[in-house]
């Protein structure tokens, strides 16, 4: 499926009982030949009611951390969700779900063929990585999707609500910058 194909099947997917309660699909937005691609876990009200991922205080964080590091949304990066629905009243995405909706965003990956994919929340962590394991646990490593390196950090809603992890996203997000960095200079080995 090439990116209109892909788009479409995901604006008239049916596969789980999420597609009755969205306002419309949250494909993803941004570069398609992106280097970063920003993977998060599903949409909240106001993205379902955009159509965009990301926006809302949530996204006003995302755009303040990649301004941080130098980045700009939608300048060499990508960004979608787990899921491509709102599950009602923004509650945790169920295992079906995600097993139903997974397939669109690995199509996504393969269509833009990050450099870099920086997970962002344990929904999209254990889609991406297949674990289990906590956050805390996983950050601070180059992990891969399929031979693409993967970065772990928290989520931005989280961190509304977790003040002081903010400071470990900010140590992930540099972590991901070094990654970048020696994927660029040829150094991007484990």
């Not at 876990?41 to 965009?52: L, T, V």
């Not at 929904?123 to 601070?140: C, E, K, M, P, Y």
Request: one cysteine or more; a positive charge; charged letters at 25%.
């Amino acid at each position: 499926m090439a990116w209109p194909e892909l788009k479409a099947a995901v604006a008239n997917c049916t596969a789980c009982p999420l597609s009755k309660s969205r306002t419309q699909s949250v494909f993803g937005i941004g570069d398609e030949h992106a280097e970063w691609l920003l993977v998060g876990e599903a949409p909240g009200a106001e993205e379902d009611a955009r159509g965009e991922p990301f926006v809302g205080q949530a996204g006003r964080l995302l755009d303040n951390m990649l301004a941080s590091i130098g980045l700009t949304r939608g300048d060499n990066i990508y960004i979608a969700n787990v899921l491509k629905c709102r599950p009602p009243r923004n509650r945790n995405p169920e295992a079906y779900e995600v097993a139903q909706c997974s397939p669109h965003l690995m199509r996504q990956i393969e269509l833009i063929q990050p450099k870099l994919i920086l997970a962002m929340g344990r929904f999209a962590v254990q889609a991406l990585l297949d674990t289990d394991a906590s956050i805390a646990s996983l950050r601070g490593k180059r992990h891969r999707y399929r031979g693409v390196p993967l970065v772990v950090t928290y989520h931005p809603a989280y961190l509304l609500r977790n003040l002081p992890d903010k400071a470990k996203a900010w140590e992930d997000l540099c972590f991901a910058r070094r990654v970048m960095a020696d994927l660029k200079s040829g150094q991007g080995g484990n």
